[in-house]
């Protein structure tokens, strides 16, 4: 479940960068510049490094990299995203596949109300063209994965691509090496941190609610291409609902755990990180973090 963003601009190319902390006042922590490329620099990196704010799914004609994306790509030694992308081919995948079950043999029927029961097996089985049998075992947060990329095409023959295929390509071009700040692993053990039922209850809503599904995208490609970190953060708090568990898990926690990460592979090396633009804006944000941990981060475009 993650979409979004976008970053900043390249400043004096090839210049050394101060190695004091950098300090802001409470009010400047939380970023409010429009911007989805992101210098960092301070607290004495050799080289800065950049973060980028992506939306994992956009109209194939509605992006391209900038130059001056290009070129902070082309300053560093490696390209970061949430995850490595390589790891979701060949035997990897059939691995990935058999962890989006349900534990203790649960299926959808466990999970839900008959009425939604007989709902969503109805919505799912017209929309995915998979056994039923199989796909009611799976989580519903995976299922509702599922369904977004069926209802948005994304794939070569689509009409949608992810800002992280199009930065893989580059990355390629330019044999950059490609990390990831998470496993695989890692982001299927999300699913297993929230309640079945509640995942549920959010596949229903998405599901009952897909007639608003189109609107609500194009609003947030809108932020996106508006570069509108805290817009685009107050549409995934207000996607996510009055229920903190799902801000917390997929969003505020990640966020905390990447920066010591992203510190280390900053003192590596300079890096290129680019994660869902929902991830940078606000207080708890990694624009945010960082700041805090005495980095400047500075607006690039």
């Known amino acids: 479940m993650s979409l979004w963003r976008t970053i900043a601009l390249l400043i004096l190319a090839g210049s050394t960068v101060l190695c004091s902390r950098a300090t802001y006042l409470p009010e400047q922590v939380t970023p409010t510049e429009k911007a989805l490329l992101w210098k960092i620099g301070g607290k004495n990196l050799k080289k800065p490094s950049y973060l980028f704010g992506t939306i994992h799914i956009i109209p194939k004609e509605r992006f391209r990299l900038t130059e001056q994306q290009r070129q902070a790509l082309g300053k560093v030694g490696r390209l970061v995203l949430e995850i490595d992308l390589k790891q979701m081919s060949g035997a990897a995948l059939f691995r990935i596949m058999t962890k989006t079950f349900m534990s203790g ?22 929309q995915i063209p998979l056994p039923f049998s199989t796909l009611e075992r799976m989580k519903p947060m995976f299922l509702s994965s599922m369904l977004q990329n069926e209802t948005t095409q994304l794939g070569e023959s689509g009409r949608m691509t992810s800002v992280e295929i199009e930065l893989l390509r580059q990355a390629k071009k330019q044999d950059l090496a490609v990390e990831g700040l998470e496993t695989v692993d890692y982001q299927i053990s999300l699913f297993d941190s929230i309640p079945y039922t509640l995942q549920a209850q959010m596949l229903v809503e998405q599901l009952r609610r897909q007639s608003d599904v189109e609107g609500e995208f194009a609003d947030m490609v809108a932020l996106y291409e508006a570069k ?3 817009g685009m953060e107050m549409k995934m708090r207000e996607m996510f609902g009055d229920d903190r568990i799902f801000q917390e898990i997929l969003v505020d926690r990640r966020n905390r755990e990447w ?42 475009e």
């Open 228 to 230: 509108d970190l805290q």
């Open 105 to 126: 043999g649960k299926t959808l029927r466990d999970v839900l109300t008959e009425e939604d029961y007989a709902f969503v097996r109805e919505q799912i089985a017209r």
């Open 259 to 300: 920066i010591p990460i992203m510190e280390r592979m900053m003192r590596e090396k300079p890096t290129f990180f680019a994660v869902g633009a929902g991830h940078l804006g606000g207080a708890g944000g990694v624009i945010a973090l960082l700041r805090r941990q005495g980095y400047r981060v500075e607006a690039v």
